[in-house]
């Protein structure tokens, strides 16, 4: 069954003449594989020793769907059953690996989608609850297929999809991957993430994976110990085996100082976007893969980690431009989106920015007007990274802010129930200032449904909401296809461009312009009241004479029957000089409101 075919690459690599296997094991005395085509007869097919620890045959006659583990001898003597690290498919996550034929996949010609970052709307979910069919059971790959049409008309251009690599059970968030290079079974396998990327590209939606390379397990874990050696009780090879082996999820940080750790993760990262034609990479906690904590130990930087990401954004800028990368830092660092070269940059595309999202949060369930700071508006609206507006992803709710002891921005201010006044009039001037705002703007499952629960990952979202809040639903819509411009008459919104017109610290007013090139249909005033009173006459300054027209105005009625459908009505601007501008105009705006105008 055996022969000396050499094939370059990792894990089980099916090619004409059987599958080739090879595995890092560099304490191992022997090492062989055994599987469903051998009777799992463990001593029987035995692995050359190649140079650097790595182990290696070919196995004939052995096809796609044979199931397979590895049999490691330790120098003691132990016999060691451990499933493959490179596993592209699993039966489960304490099941058998399986070998998976990656060219088997009819894409039809598809080619990999990311539209201009700066016309990107990003829609976070989770697979195992965003569209559930059956109760019990998680959603898929399939089920989220089915709702691609509802997410195109939405207005959504890119899904962000939690974790979905193989976990422990059916139901998790998907931060402990215990296989990093295989599809969790329960959401399809491999081929079902390949059916929703070709079916969402067809729909001018691009997809990208979240990536967690901080930690991995910390259960069902046979990367742990794989080949039988560790250090002080630890994890390994694949781990640091000291005081550096600590994180938040248990000691099963990755060592990043071994090239052949640093290998896997850069190949995993590889096969999303080549391989699966994934458009971008959102990586999970970065600062526990630069650092040892978040609190930025000075003695505990850890260099293997920055090199690794500078690696990995190096080459998909390279080979991939349009691609996106985006980190989870949260410290507002502007060397986390430089480009590699460039002093310490780290070369993502986007990071998620703690500088928007805390304090705009803060401003909705501030419970009292007159604690509402408009100064901290301003900062919120005009931060930027390494000099480029669209090089931060700015949002209210994602998986993190609506769970671990936070809610939904609607519930914060609730208290109970959420289909209140005050909830809904807020949060749509959250979301507003979220899609009018410079940066990538991003949506969390079920924001547009007034979703009123904490995140959970046997929580399905509850679709039945689409009748009751489909008004609401269409505000989103309305403000997305305002942020993309897809109406011809917002192109502003697309732009590098803002300024505060105007910071009312007393009427609670913030009022900006956003501009890409300037002029008709492209320069955008926002108008936010963040106050619960009306303004019926409230003078702003315009920065071009003539008729602005209310192109979105969040208090009408078709949006929610409990909205006061105030008139704010089309303005001329020839008034006095004001706010720096030679004219101005008297606006009218409602309670917690959002007007967008500009001009024909």
């Given at each position: 069954?055996?022969?000396?075919?050499?094939?370059?690459?990792?894990?089980?690599?099916?090619?004409?003449?059987?599958?080739?296997?090879?595995?890092?094991?560099?304490?191992?005395?022997?090492?062989?594989?055994?599987?469903?085509?051998?009777?799992?007869t463990?001593?029987?097919?035995?692995?050359?020793?190649?140079?650097?620890?790595?182990?290696?045959?070919?196995?004939?006659?052995?096809?796609?769907?044979?199931?397979?583990?590895?049999?490691?001898?330790?120098?003691?003597?132990?016999?060691?059953s451990?499933?493959?690290?490179?596993?592209?498919?699993?039966?489960?996550?304490?099941?058998?690996?399986?070998?998976?034929?990656?060219?088997?996949?009819?894409?039809?010609?598809?080619?990999?989608?990311?539209?201009?970052?700066?016309?990107?709307?990003?829609?976070?979910?989770?697979?195992?609850?965003?569209?559930?069919?059956?109760?019990?059971?998680?959603?898929?790959?399939?089920?989220?297929?089915?709702?691609?049409?509802?997410?195109?008309?939405?207005?959504?251009?890119?899904?962000?999809i939690?974790?979905?690599?193989?976990?422990p059970?059916?139901f998790?968030?998907?931060?402990?991957?215990?296989?990093?290079?295989?599809?969790?079974?329960?959401?399809?396998?491999?081929?079902?993430?390949?059916?929703?990327?070709?079916q969402?590209?067809?729909?001018?939606?691009?997809?990208?994976?979240?990536a967690?390379?901080?930690?991995?397990?910390?259960?069902d874990?046979?990367?742990?110990?794989?080949?039988?050696?560790?250090?002080?009780?630890?994890?390994?090879?694949?781990?640091?085996?000291?005081?550096?082996?600590?994180?938040?999820?248990?000691?099963?940080?990755?060592?990043?100082?071994?090239?052949?750790?640093?290998n896997?993760?850069?190949?995993?990262?590889?096969?999303?976007?080549?391989?699966?034609?994934?458009?971008?990479?959102?990586?999970?906690?970065?600062?526990?893969?630069?650092?040892?904590g978040?609190?930025?130990?000075?003695?505990?930087?850890?260099?293997?980690g920055?090199?690794?990401?500078?690696?990995?954004?190096?080459?998909i800028?390279?080979?991939?431009?349009?691609?996106?990368?985006?980190?989870?830092?949260?410290?507002?660092?502007?060397?986390?989106?430089?480009?590699?070269?460039?002093?310490?940059?780290?070369?993502?595309?986007?990071?998620?920015?703690?500088?928007?999202?805390?304090?705009?949060?803060?401003?909705?369930?501030?419970?009292?007007?007159?604690?509402?700071?408009?100064?901290?508006?301003?900062?919120?609206?005009?931060?930027?990274?390494?000099?480029?507006?669209?090089?931060r992803?700015?949002?209210?709710?994602?998986?993190?802010?609506?769970?671990?002891?936070?809610?939904?921005?609607?519930?914060?201010?609730?208290?109970?129930?959420?289909?209140?006044?005050?909830?809904?009039?807020?949060?749509?001037?959250?979301?507003?200032?979220?899609?009018?705002a410079?940066?990538?703007?991003?949506?969390?499952?079920?924001?547009e449904?007034?979703?009123?629960?904490?995140f959970?990952d046997?929580?399905?979202?509850?679709?039945?909401?689409?009748?009751?809040?489909?008004?609401?639903?269409?505000?989103?819509?309305?403000?997305i296809?305002?942020?993309?411009?897809?109406?011809?008459?917002?192109?502003?919104?697309?732009?590098?461009?803002?300024?505060?017109?105007?910071?009312?610290?007393?009427?609670?007013?913030?009022?900006?312009?956003?501009?890409?090139?300037?002029?008709?249909k492209?320069?955008?005033?926002?108008?936010?009241?963040?106050?619960?009173?009306?303004?019926?006459?409230?003078?702003?300054?315009?920065?071009?004479?003539?008729?602005?027209?209310?192109?979105?105005?969040?208090d009408?009625?078709?949006?929610?029957?409990?909205?006061?459908?105030?008139?704010?009505?089309?303005?001329?601007?020839n008034?006095?000089?004001?706010?720096?501008?030679?004219?101005?105009?008297?606006?009218?705006?409602?309670?917690?409101?959002?007007?967008?105008?500009?001009?024909?």
């Amino acid at each position: 069954m055996k022969n000396n075919i050499q094939i370059a690459g990792m894990g089980a690599i099916l090619h004409q003449q059987g599958v080739f296997f090879r595995v890092w094991a560099p304490h191992a005395k022997q090492v062989f594989v055994m599987g469903n085509f051998n009777n799992w007869t463990p001593n029987e097919l035995e692995l050359a020793h190649e140079d650097n620890g790595y182990f290696a045959v070919n196995v004939e006659h052995v096809k796609a769907g044979a199931q397979y583990k590895f049999v490691i001898i330790t120098e003691d003597g132990r016999e060691l059953s451990k499933n493959d690290p490179y596993a592209l498919e699993m039966t489960n996550s304490n099941g058998n690996s399986v070998v998976y034929d990656k060219h088997k996949f009819d894409w039809e010609g598809d080619e990999s989608f990311m539209p201009y970052w700066n016309e990107a709307v990003i829609y976070e979910l989770h697979l195992g609850t965003f569209n559930v069919k059956e109760e019990g059971k998680p959603g898929d790959f399939y089920s989220l297929i089915e709702k691609l049409d509802y997410l195109k008309d939405l207005g959504i251009n890119v899904i962000e999809i939690m974790p979905p690599y193989e976990f422990p059970g059916g139901f998790s968030w998907g931060y402990n991957p215990s296989y990093p290079f295989a599809i969790e079974s329960e959401y399809g396998g491999p081929d079902a993430l390949k059916e929703l990327v070709k079916q969402a590209h067809k729909k001018g939606i691009a997809v990208m994976l979240d990536a967690v390379y901080n930690h991995f397990g910390p259960s069902d874990l046979d990367l742990w110990q794989f080949d039988g050696w560790s250090e002080n009780d630890k994890g390994g090879i694949y781990f640091y085996n000291d005081w550096r082996s600590s994180t938040p999820w248990g000691d099963t940080r990755p060592d990043f100082g071994r090239i052949e750790v640093c290998n896997y993760i850069q190949d995993n990262a590889r096969m999303w976007v080549e391989d699966f034609h994934v458009d971008g990479l959102r990586m999970d906690m970065i600062p526990y893969i630069r650092n040892v904590g978040a609190d930025e130990n000075p003695d505990g930087v850890l260099d293997g980690g920055l090199n690794l990401l500078r690696k990995i954004n190096k080459e998909i800028t390279e080979k991939y431009p349009h691609k996106l990368t985006v980190a989870e830092d949260l410290h507002k660092l502007d060397w986390i989106t430089d480009k590699v070269g460039e002093g310490d940059g780290l070369g993502f595309g986007s990071q998620w920015d703690a500088a928007f999202v805390h304090p705009v949060r803060h401003l909705l369930t501030t419970q009292h007007d007159e604690d509402r700071d408009m100064n901290a508006a301003v900062e919120a609206l005009t931060h930027k990274y390494s000099g480029d507006y669209f090089r931060r992803v700015i949002y209210t709710e994602s998986h993190d802010e609506v769970a671990n002891g936070s809610a939904r921005v609607a519930q914060e201010i609730a208290f109970d129930d959420v289909n209140n006044w005050y909830s809904k009039k807020r949060a749509s001037l959250g979301v507003a200032m979220v899609l009018t705002a410079p940066g990538i703007p991003m949506l969390f499952q079920g924001q547009e449904l007034l979703e009123d629960k904490w995140f959970s990952d046997t929580d399905p979202i509850d679709w039945s909401r689409l009748k009751e809040f489909k008004g609401l639903k269409n505000l989103h819509k309305d403000l997305i296809s305002l942020r993309r411009n897809l109406f011809g008459v917002t192109a502003g919104l697309t732009g590098q461009n803002v300024q505060v017109i105007r910071a009312d610290n007393t009427e609670k007013i913030l009022a900006y312009q956003r501009w890409k090139e300037g002029g008709a249909k492209d320069t955008t005033i926002v108008v936010l009241n963040f106050s619960g009173t009306d303004k019926a006459v409230y003078r702003i300054g315009f920065p071009y004479a003539g008729m602005w027209k209310v192109r979105f105005n969040s208090d009408w009625e078709g949006y929610n029957e409990d909205f006061g459908n105030y008139q704010s009505y089309d303005v001329e601007a020839n008034g006095d000089a004001c706010d720096g501008f030679e004219q101005s105009a008297e606006i009218s705006i409602a309670p917690y409101t959002a007007l967008i105008l500009s001009q024909d």
